[in-house]
């Protein structure tokens, strides 16, 4: 209570303080004088801070400029060879322009919510009758409504040029793409025929004077790189890049024995020791690369924008060769205990030199970027080197399965000859198909279809092994038996959700690298980067239909998460009622089971609701479902429909509750659970009879605890008309007052119900003492009664039937 108090009084001494603060401020933004004729108005001043500070006329005009200058560029006229490139650098650029409007305007919106505030604490102006305002306070006004209409004006701006950037980002990727389609499907006359070396030979001297003079001004850049003093840095750069790579190699033993020494062993190791040296591959090769070259391009005269263009391209190509050189390694090492994938020594020594050859093919696919892209040599030069690469690099796709083949048939092994034959006929088949195309003329096609393949090959190898990693990381480090798994546990988190997280963790990495696997297959056969970010972003948001929803990657996944998250939450919330707030209450066990059912779904219907909120749909957009659903009530969903809003009158009104002895369709038991669509009724044999909830509004049922009080129980006995009632009656009574459990201060009752067919029903009722289970009670005073009937000869017909509420 103390700290309670000295919380409202600190919070009071606060907002006091601020308040003063405030009015003492020399704005008189908030003056408001009642004496209209001492007040002198100030000097208009500018309030909290000048908008054209944040976004100022130079900068809309300049982002105008930029989209008109965009959309200028994108309505020229270019060659197939520089389409590509010159689009996706309007495309980065209208993308940029896209993301500079959404950010101001986040940073406009703070301040038209404050001056609109400002507005709303200041009032309307007076009218025509009512009496003046203060001219300091209209003064006021009139500055405010004119900060707000230029911050309005911003805002309209950015928006118009938001819209316009992003429809140009959709004009260009459209064009981009179709510049594609139309480029890979394009055919040039096939090297097989005279035309294709009439039209080469014409262009020659042309495009071997272009490539002398690239290879000129190399020479006249490495010339000037090792002149004079010049050559100790550049020797150093080389000398340095030569250092990394060394220690990249013999970095692999240091790997492996740390690995060996901190992880246990098993799969783990060789998966962790081959994503680590991938990695360090990556960065040496990488880093290796642009200090050689950035040694040599150093204040080099010499050094002009192809060369910048041509190093920038090959210097993608050294990580990616790095990766497959360390990958070759790994997979393939001469130690069978690092390998991720078993296979025998043999298969391993005759695919040793294929990643060395596909790292060279990469070296050649980065200079050949460069040669489609930016060279200015003629077309069919290109596309005679695009072939060349192509009929130089084929052959490695069938020649690794060919090796795999002979080593089965070396090993005898009989599962693996099938799966084997298919890679061959698979590799094959696309070998003659590049070939084919090659021959015909369709070169793109053919240069695409390698390039593809040999990025989605370093691509799902990467990603193959990040999803081994985590699968077996979680599968030896995190079960509840794992030394990690028993810390989590000992933290409080129950083993049963550790090892189901060991499963589903991994299950949602391999959804997202598959997510990964997709963005890389639709960037084209680049490798960019940028291009795949794209890709990913557009598989996440997705965009909007015309009817509103909004189907994509981040809703599927947030809708698959939703429940997950509601079902913890509502097993939460229920718990806290049972624990906390229903032994507070005075409600008896249906009355809470009704609660909770009730909250139970109408929380889940709140998280469909959401589902359906997340995937953008309406209820518009569900009228066509409604209307199917209409129908389908009419023809065939009458008792679903019926038996659902049964269950709900069941549990709103509780004519009948959980714990109550009822008798329906000649059937009596103890009702056990009340759904939406059905009621358990327990039998006296231990089955479950399941009824609809339909029955109990529609048909007649006998609630036999319906008006007994808590705790109370009851029990029926039959007994021939030759008895002596008056006895049987009295030892009933004296019976249950003693029986052990029995509440003494509600006298138990005798009372005889009906006389038919021969025998007369004689009901005792009895109370149960607070605190103890009334079955157990019923049940020994059952036994007691029975004794007492047998030791003074008393007959009974008809078994007993045992009442309780």
């Not at 509440?743 to 025998?759: F, K, L, N, Q, Y």
Request: net charge neutral.
């Amino acid at each position: 209570m103390r700290l309670k108090r000295f919380c409202s009084l600190f919070l009071a001494c606060f907002v006091l303080t601020q308040g003063a603060l405030l009015f003492a401020a020399p704005s008189p933004l908030l003056a408001a004088d009642t004496d209209n004729t001492s007040v002198t108005p100030p000097a208009p001043t500018t309030l909290i801070t000048n908008t054209s500070d944040i976004v100022s006329n130079s900068t809309l005009e300049s982002i105008g400029s930029e989209i008109s200058a965009i959309y200028q560029s994108s309505q020229q006229e270019r060659t197939n060879g520089q389409s590509t490139t010159e689009l996706a650098a309007l495309l980065r650029r209208a993308n940029a322009v896209a993301t500079q409007t959404d950010t101001l305007q986040a940073r406009l919106k703070p301040y038209q919510a404050v001056y609109q505030n400002f507005l709303d604490i200041l009032g309307k102006p007076p009218g025509k009758d009512e009496p003046a305002e203060a001219a300091s306070i209209t003064e006021q006004r009139k500055l405010l409504l004119k900060k707000q209409q230029d911050i309005n004006s911003r805002m309209t701006r950015l928006k118009l040029y938001q819209v316009e950037a992003q429809q140009l980002v959709n004009e260009l990727r459209q064009h981009g793409t179709a510049i594609q389609q139309a480029t890979l499907w394009q055919r040039f006359p096939s090297p097989l025929g005279v035309n294709f070396w009439s039209q080469f030979t014409s262009n020659f001297h042309t495009d071997t004077t272009r490539l002398s003079a690239l290879g000129g001004e190399a020479l006249g850049v490495l010339g000037v790189a090792f002149s004079g003093k010049r050559i100790f840095i550049s020797l150093g750069g080389i000398a340095l890049s030569a250092l990394l790579l060394v220690g990249w190699f013999f970095s692999h033993g240091i790997i492996r024995r740390l690995v060996a020494r901190v992880l246990p062993a098993g799969r783990i190791r060789p998966i962790i020791a081959t994503l680590l040296c991938g990695v360090l591959s990556l960065l040496a090769w990488g880093f290796a690369f642009q200090i050689f070259w950035s040694v040599l391009a150093f204040d080099n005269s010499a050094l002009d924008e192809d060369l910048t263009t041509l190093g920038s391209m090959m210097g993608a190509q050294f990580p990616l060769c790095g990766l497959v050189i360390e990958l070759g390694f790994c997979l393939l090492s001469r130690h069978p205990e690092w390998r991720i994938f078993p296979m025998s020594d043999t298969i391993a020594r005759n695919l040793r030199l294929f990643p060395l050859w596909l790292a060279a093919a990469l070296i050649m696919r980065g200079f050949l970027r460069y040669i489609d892209t930016q060279s200015g040599i003629s077309m069919l030069s290109v596309q005679l080197m695009d072939g060349l690469y192509v009929l130089a690099v084929s052959p490695l796709l069938f020649v690794i399965p060919q090796e795999l083949r002979i080593s089965d048939q070396t090993d005898n092994t009989p599962s693996q000859p099938s799966r084997t034959q298919f890679l061959i006929s698979l590799a094959m088949g696309i070998s003659i198909v590049c070939w084919l195309a090659v021959f015909s003329g369709y070169i793109p096609l053919a240069y695409t279809i390698i390039s593809w393949l040999s990025m989605m090959a370093i691509s799902m190898t990467g990603l193959l092994l990040l999803s081994l990693l985590v699968t077996v990381t979680a599968s030896t480090l995190f079960p509840a038996g794992a030394p990690l798994g028993r810390h989590l546990v000992e933290l409080g988190l129950p083993p049963r959700f550790v090892n189901q997280m060991c499963v589903v963790v991994p299950g949602i990495v391999n959804v997202l690298l598959l997510a990964v696997v997709y963005a890389v297959a639709t960037s084209g056969g680049g490798f960019d980067p940028q291009q795949i970010w794209h890709q990913l972003y557009w598989l996440f948001h997705g965009q909007a239909s015309t009817d509103g929803s909004h189907i994509s990657l981040d809703a599927i996944l947030l809708c698959a998460v939703l429940p997950v998250a509601g079902y913890y939450a509502i097993s939460i919330l229920k718990s806290w009622f049972q624990q906390r707030f229903f032994p507070t209450t005075r409600l008896d066990i249906g009355a809470q089971a009704s609660i909770l059912s009730i909250l139970s779904y109408a929380a889940w219907i709140l998280v469909g609701l959401s589902m359906l909120a997340v995937l953008g749909v309406t209820v518009k957009s569900m009228t066509w479902v409604v209307s199917a659903l209409s129908v389908g009530i009419g023809f065939g969903l009458q008792s679903i429909v019926q038996n659902f809003v049964s269950g709900i009158i069941l549990m709103a009104e509780r004519p009948v509750s959980i714990g109550d002895v009822v008798t329906i369709a000649g059937v009596t038991g103890t009702v056990e659970r009340i759904s939406v669509r059905s009621t358990d009724i327990r039998l006296d044999d231990q089955s479950t009879m399941i009824v609809p909830n339909s029955q109990f509004i529609t048909s007649a049922v006998k609630n036999a605890t319906r008006a007994q009080k808590p705790g109370v129980f009851t029990i029926e006995l039959n007994l021939p008309f030759a008895s002596d009632l008056d006895k049987a009656m009295d030892v009933m009574a004296r019976t249950l007052a003693t029986c052990k459990d029995v509440d003494e201060s509600m006298r138990p009752t005798v009372s005889m119900s009906s006389v038919s067919d021969g025998s007369a029903l004689l009901i005792g009722s009895a109370k149960a003492m607070s605190g103890t289970d009334v079955k157990v009670v019923r049940s020994a005073a059952l036994f007691e009664i029975w004794k007492a009937f047998q030791e003074n000869k008393i007959p009974v017909t008809v078994r007993q039937n045992l009442i309780t509420v």
